[in-house]
Nanobody, 124 residues
Framework: QVQLVESGGGLVQAGGSLRLSCATSGRTFSNYAMGWFRQAPGKEREFVAAISRSGGRTYYADSVKGRFTVSRDNAKNTVYLQMNSLKPEDTAVYYC?????????????????WGQGTQVTVSS
């Protein structure tokens, strides 16, 4: 089992920044690729970003490319999502997820473990 706990969400004005953290415990963190997803009210959960087990490869949804940066610290068992130039359409609950494959998938049903989510609200 892997436990994931997100933090860092909140209310921010458009154009602002937030950094989300996802602290993990349980099995060896470096054995898991990590993903970030978000879900807005009435919408399906969508892929935001992902990072490989070593951190050497990162992947982004087109909607966040150039604004968001995913990173990880395997010594701290933590993955981060730096969000800059936030827009009202970024408002959602953000989730981190863990998957034991080499290449992190972009579909949520491929992930094995999930956090409880953290709310991000961007005001216009």
């Amino acid at each position: 089992q892997v436990q994931l706990v997100e933090s860092g969400g909140g209310l921010v004005q458009a154009g602002g920044s937030l950094r989300l953290s996802c602290a993990t415990s349980g099995r060896t963190f470096s054995n898991y690729a990590m993903g970030w997803f978000r879900q807005a009210p009435g919408k399906e959960r969508e892929f935001v970003a992902a990072i490989s087990r070593s951190g050497g490869r990162t992947y982004y949804a087109d909607s966040v490319k150039g604004r968001f940066t995913v990173s990880r610290d395997n010594a701290k068992n933590t993955v981060y999502l730096q969000m800059n130039s936030l827009k009202p359409e970024d408002t959602a609950v953000y989730y981190c997820a863990a998957e034991s494959g080499v290449v992190p998938p972009t579909k949520p049903d491929r992930y094995d473990y999930w956090g409880q989510g953290t709310q991000v609200t961007v005001s216009s």
